[in-house]
């Protein structure tokens, strides 16, 4: 199975689902110009609530977060945990570059799950712990239904994402946003990617 990754980043404006949920609350708990001035790190998300929609059973997705030190001392991303809080899906955590983000740096904090085990809702929260003094552990979730699988034609190269939409609420327009998207061939045969990759605004501007 042939598998590449596809990264997608700019403002949450150029988000693929951008309809609107419960407020997202990126900022850190200390106003950034406190914890600027006096030193401190201060850990802030792309986004803290992702829905990704309606999931197919046997799909397997890796929801990434942008963990951002908008504080002026080194950040340091600790022990990320996650729990089913609805449904019965069991998860990974893991992290990239987040050992030691200096002001204004970032790093990834990625969550792992499925093919799932039941059908109809589940929500994922996600424990991150830091050095941010204020909010020693900061919580994300992930919610989504999962549906029966489609019977799939093996024929020839089959593309397909590990995630259609990504729902992240309301965020300020200036606002950084990354993705990460898993693309496999599914099919029988290779699969080769033409064109050039493009992101369009549907909504907004």
């Not at 990239?96 to 059908?119: I, M, R, W």
């Not at 190269?157 to 898993?182: H, M, Q, S």
């Amino acid at each position: 199975m042939t598998r590449l990754i596809l990264l997608v980043a700019g403002i949450a404006a150029l988000a693929i689902a951008c309809a609107p949920s419960a407020p997202a609350k990126p900022t850190p708990t200390v106003p950034l110009s406190q914890a600027k001035l006096a030193g401190t790190p201060a850990l802030a998300f792309d986004k803290r609530q992702v829905d990704l929609g309606i999931v197919a059973q046997d799909q397997q997705t890796t929801q990434t977060f942008l963990a951002i030190n908008l504080g002026g001392g080194p950040l340091k991303v600790g022990t990320v945990s996650v729990k089913a809080e609805q449904g019965c899906d069991v998860a990974e955590a893991f992290t990239k570059g987040t050992d030691d983000l200096k002001s204004e740096e970032a790093g990834l904090v990625f969550v792992k799950f499925g093919p799932h085990q039941k059908l109809g809702a589940h929500r994922l929260n996600v424990s991150v712990a830091s050095n941010d003094a204020t909010t020693p552990v900061a919580n994300l979730s992930v919610s989504f239904t999962v549906a029966e699988s489609a019977a799939r034609s093996q024929a020839g190269p089959r593309l397909r994402a590990d995630k259609d939409i990504i729902d992240i609420g309301t965020v300020p327009n200036d606002w950084p946003f990354y993705e990460e998207f898993t693309l496999r061939n599914e099919g029988d045969a290779p699969l080769n990617l033409t064109g050039k990759l493009e992101a369009r605004v549907e909504e907004g501007c």
